[in-house]
């Protein structure tokens, strides 16, 4: 049987997701991916092939059908919500599913989308300021890679948040924000839990931060394997179609972890915003803000 998922996280990068879904697929009633993201709704290679090929590599693994049959299928991509006919393909997998914003104050969440990006190999441009001032090339550009690298684009949430509302209901989009799961992440987990019907009387177990911004190994490494990864050349074809998907993603995992590890500084962190930047996104954001403020009635003063 195939099943399909009852909630997504689909926003947003550099918030808090990956820590949240760790902590809701501690519940015995929920069973998810363990990529850290569901790519089938945003390839276009992979929904060309069908749910029921994407359901066998995200969710069956070495489990059975029989031992997730009665769970709920949970999943997690971060970018979906800022793409609009890949919001329309999840409302054809499943009308009633249930969807999970976390959204973060937006300056910190550019600043600190950079820093990942870095990290991840998917930048190369060694100033924040030099980054934002190529966006809008990036995005004329049309590529998804680059519009991971959108820092200040991703930031504006209100038009993205209102049409998951128009489209899915209010009741089925359940938006949190980073402050929320930072004071009381078992209240959020309780709260989503009830959301889709499970035991809400359930606590999981809280533990540290994933994906926290650092500087890797190389940079130059990171980029040119992210590159290849990317790509479609006919090497990386030729070991897809030798090596099954759990070994290939536990390998790039493995490989990435190594190529992330800081070489020096353990506990490096990225430098201060320039305080003239800040106040520039400040502005640029308000109006957005305000507008999110309004549509989900919080305060978001300390955004302002």
């Not at 994407?54 to 970018?79: H, P, R």
């Not at 049409?163 to 989009?173: C, T, Y």
């Not at 800040?278 to 955004?303: C, G, I, S, V």
Request: glycine residues 4%; positive net charge; charged residues 25%.
């Amino acid at each position: 049987m195939i099943k399909r998922i009852q909630l997504m996280i689909v926003g947003t990068q550099k918030s808090g997701t990956s820590s949240l879904l760790r902590y809701l697929a501690q519940h015995p009633d929920i069973h998810t991916h363990a990529q850290s993201e569901m790519t089938f709704f945003l390839q276009e290679h992979e929904y060309t092939q069908g749910y029921e090929r994407a359901f066998a590599k995200y969710f069956v693994g070495k489990q059975s059908n029989k031992e997730i049959k009665d769970k709920q299928l949970i999943a997690k991509n971060v970018m979906v919500m800022h793409f609009p006919e890949v919001m329309q393909r999840i409302y054809e997998h499943n009308p009633e599913i249930h969807l999970v914003v976390l959204l973060r104050e937006p300056v910190a969440r550019a600043y600190s989308a950079y820093w990942w990006a870095r990290r991840r190999g998917w930048e190369n441009i060694k100033t924040y300021e030099e980054a934002l001032a190529t966006e809008k090339a990036r995005l004329n550009e049309d590529r998804f890679k680059w519009r991971q690298c959108a820092y200040q684009y991703n930031s504006i949430y209100y038009p993205y948040v209102k049409n998951l509302i128009d489209q899915f209901g209010s009741d089925r989009v359940h938006c949190f924000l980073t402050d929320d799961l930072k004071e009381n992440a078992k209240g959020v987990c309780q709260q989503i839990f009830n959301h889709i019907g499970i035991r809400d009387d359930f606590k999981p177990a809280i533990g540290e931060r994933h994906n926290q911004a650092t500087l890797p190994r190389s940079e130059g490494f990171n980029f040119l394997f992210t590159q290849f990864l990317a790509s479609r050349n006919p090497l990386r074809k030729a070991i897809r179609k030798l090596v099954p998907d759990a070994t290939a993603y536990k390998l790039r995992k493995a490989v990435l972890n190594w190529g992330e590890k800081p070489q020096k500084d353990k506990n490096w962190t990225p430098p201060p915003l320039d305080p003239e930047i800040r106040k520039q996104q400040m502005a640029y954001f308000k109006p957005f803000n305000e507008q999110l403020a309004a549509l989900l009635d919080r305060d978001l003063t300390d955004w302002l």
